[in-house]
């Protein structure tokens, strides 16, 4: 994700949840990507000074996003919805893979039920 209105926009009016270490800022739009999904994964230089430190959190992000965001495609294609979200890390410490897949997973699961009501 690299517009810049569009990253804006989301942190103006998406809405947010919680589950820890990650916290998940989204928001439905009209704009016409190929896929149905435009994600972004941040953790903040404050917690974590190094950036080999914040590098590996993020692969460990997006490696959690991309084995499970199968299913999560096939629901938002079949209601036609876009969304834009945002992974944010706000734990304090560095955490295991295990941990950060699981709370992708919850997120990922809000999103579904949210949409498909």
């Known amino acids: ?3 810049k209105k569009q990253i804006d926009l989301l942190f103006l009016k998406g809405n947010n949840a919680i589950s820890f270490p990650l916290k998940l800022i ?4 009209d704009v ?3 896929n149905p999904c435009q994600a972004m994964f941040v953790v903040p230089k404050r917690a974590f000074k190094r950036a080999h430190d914040r590098n590996k959190l993020k692969r460990r992000m997006r490696e959690a996003y ?3 965001k199968a299913s999560f ?3 938002l294609s079949s209601n036609n919805k876009k969304i834009i979200l945002s992974f944010l890390f706000v734990g304090k410490k ?3 893979y295990s941990l950060i897949e699981s709370a992708i997973i919850n997120h990922l699961k809000r999103i579904e039920l ?3 009501k």
Do not use: F, H, K
């Open 73 to 75: 495609y096939e629901v």
């Open 26 to 29: 989204y928001l439905e739009t």
């Open 32 to 34: 016409g990507y190929v």
């Open 66 to 68: 991309r084995l499970n």
């Open 94 to 96: 560095s955490e295991d």
């Open 1 to 3: 994700m690299c517009s």
């Open 114 to 116: 949210a949409i498909s």
